[in-house]
């Protein structure tokens, strides 16, 4: 469930009117533009774009840009971008950094539906003129990069259905790459990139019944290599989404200055999703609410606006 | 242009009707079955097909399956399908082989649109209850399987900007591991698989600029490779989609035997595309028409539903 609340039918025009008045003149009003979009869901920040355009000639996430700064600034753009559009831009910048953070491209393919990576991929094409695919096949080399262009250029099949013979067999296969240690092995590649997420739980359990651990624990070598973290990282994004976003928001917090970028990310994307639940899991998990942890590693108006995203009353 | 000649509004319950008598009782009219059939465009079967079921609550391609038989059967088969649903079955068909056959899947990476490859994927995932990557995966292997999972997996960008620059280096790229005879480098791999077609199309014509030969007559080394062979075909699909046809045509009329299967394959998924221009093409190239050449090479009912599809009248 959304941890996001918003009002049934805003007016998008009274919106725009009031982001107006908060954008203009000396000085911006940064809790007024927190007050409204920080309790509209997309389609509603959508229509407020539209009407904020047509009224001012103006583009508003432009405008925003201009009158806000840092961390603040960078969580109201990605929310107030097109879901798509918005996830489009997170993969540009995860793949342009020196160190491509997989994170984003795995979410992209194991959580995100078929469907969802597909919107992705046509607003990628939209805003920058190629695909996200050519882009990250060009960013990234190695077992790495050949596993996140295996993982991101699939259209994978989104049913129910379940082969048990092919989780049996497929388990094996995994197996006996691991035991040899040849992580990299193509087969660990093809099935983890292709299969379905019905089929590769399956295939995730049997391990696990079989070999009395879990796959993710099998897959360590040494610590510091990014392929096996971002298999071990699809794994976790099949196997329980919401499991992996508690952890990536505790990592998240927990790092000496706090990742902010990580930390926003998870809030913007899931916050019409499955925040709620998310949030219970991190209060289980921590014996702290998430509110509470998040006001203790922010501040100011990025502070404010995460709380209200995670749902706090005004 | 297509060679196919279907009137414009023909009744589907009629064409249903006459489809029934030829169907029923002792023995066939495949004659009849060929003068409705053969001329009828994708949306007027799809209607067949509805006015049919629904008259005579039975399946009208199972019905024809069991009264046709041999090559016949198979064209009627591959035509009246709906076109995403039968590049579906044969994408199948040819993965299946125990030589995979790299054509059909080349055609549907680097001729079709971006949008035709993906409504194939979502027709291969309705009928076979898995994705076509995931199969295709786990039918190939080696560099063949490698490179032909990359030129499936892809959402290619469609659009028609160049970046000269980018032409330049990657041309050069592909000489490198050419002129160093690492045919199989990732590079050329990603590069192939990825760029989009306008793209690709800068690249090879500044890699003949550059280095004075097509790069399909540098890419040859072993001529029983399948993978170097599958490399030069998506080379020349998207140089020229009506010049490769022209060719496959060729070389299936040519072969001792006759390759009815390529020969179907090309005339049924072109009819209603470009068949003209390649007939033209062909005319040019052989100095005999082709409608001449397939009476030539074969028979029957076979040989009268191609040539009605080349749009001979009756």
């Given amino acids: 469930m959304a941890s996001l609340i918003a009002p049934e039918n805003p007016s998008p025009v009274a919106d725009a009117e009031a982001i107006r008045k908060a ?31 047509e009224t001012y000639q103006e583009d508003l996430i432009k405008r925003l840009e201009s009158e806000l700064s840092g961390h603040f ?13 918005r996830d489009a831009v997170l993969a540009n910048v995860a793949m342009k950094q020196s160190k491509v953070d997989y994170h984003v491209i795995v979410e992209l393919s194991c ?39 295996a993982l991101v250029g699939i259209y994978r099949y989104d049913g129910d259905e379940i082969d048990p013979r092919l989780a049996k067999s497929e388990a094996n296969v995994l197996h006996n790459a691991i035991k040899e240690k040849i992580f990299n092995h193509e087969e660990v590649i093809r099935i983890v990139s292709t299969r379905s997420k019905a089929q590769l739980m399956a295939t995730y359990n049997r391990y ?20 096996l973290a971002a298999v071990r990282t699809a794994i976790r994004c099949v196997n329980d989404p919401k499991k ?25 994307t899931r916050a019409e999703k499955d925040l709620k639940e998310i949030k219970e899991l991190y209060y289980k998990r921590n014996s702290v609410s998430l509110d509470h942890a998040v006001a203790k590693e922010t501040s100011g108006d990025y502070e404010a606006f995460l709380l209200t995203l995670l749902g706090k009353e005004d």
């Avoid at 203009?24 to 355009?53: C, F, P």
């Avoid at 600034?73 to 559009?85: H, I, M, N, Y």
């Avoid at 917090?253 to 926003?264: I, Q, R």
């Fill in 244 to 268: 992996y976003y508690e952890k990536v928001i505790r990592n998240a917090l927990n790092k000496p200055g706090t990742d902010e970028d990580a930390l926003t990310r998870v809030i913007v």
């Fill in 111 to 149: 959580i995100y539906s078929p469907e969802e990576l597909l919107a992705v991929k046509r607003a990628y094409q939209a805003r920058f003129k190629r695909s996200m695919e050519e882009d990250l096949a060009s960013h990234t080399s190695g077992d790495l990069g050949k596993f996140l262009v």
């Fill in 73 to 85: 600034e960078k969580a109201v753009f990605r929310w107030v971008l097109d879901p798509a559009d």
């Fill in 208 to 227: 696990k019944d079989e070999y009395d651990t879990t796959i993710t624990k099998h897959l360590v070598d040494d610590p510091a290599d990014q392929y």
């Fill in 23 to 53: 954008v203009q003149g000396w000085g911006t009003d940064e809790k007024a533009i927190i007050s409204i979009m920080g309790h509209r869901n997309a389609v509603q920040r959508k229509l407020i774009r539209q009407a904020y355009e």
